[in-house]
């Protein structure tokens, strides 16, 4: 089993900035990837950004060049850097862990981008 925490959510006026954070704990080893998913009312869940074991990162194309995700060595935790946000930014974002056949996800944490 892996848990995960995320913080950092909060309200933000549009061109600012956050950071997300996700605490990981439990059967680090056995994670091959890390991301962040986004879930607006009314709209599915999307890939916001992914990062592998050996930092391999990954984007959708929606957040390219304004997002950047990070780790620490030992996967205890995973960050989201997030700058120049939009209104159509806000929305539930969720940390996820990867294992070979099992994917973890987070309570979520909310994210309005609103002035």
């Known amino acids: 089993q892996v848990q995960l925490v995320e913080s950092g959510g909060g309200l933000v006026q549009p061109g600012g900035s956050l950071r997300l954070s996700c605490a990981a704990s439990g059967r680090l080893f056995a994670i091959n990837a890390m991301g962040w998913y986004r879930q607006a009312p009314g709209e599915q869940r999307d890939l916001v950004a992914s990062?592998?074991?050996?930092?391999?990162?990954n984007y959708g194309d929606s957040v390219k060049g304004r997002f950047t995700i990070s780790r620490d060595n030992a996967w205890n935790t995973l960050f989201l850097q997030m700058n120049s946000l939009k209104p159509e930014d806000t929305a539930v974002y969720y940390c996820?862990?990867?294992?070979?056949?099992?994917?973890?996800w987070g309570q979520g944490t909310q994210v309005t981008v609103s002035s």
């Open positions: 996820t862990a990867l294992e070979t056949n099992v994917i973890y």
């Open positions: 990062i592998t074991r050996d930092g391999t990162t």
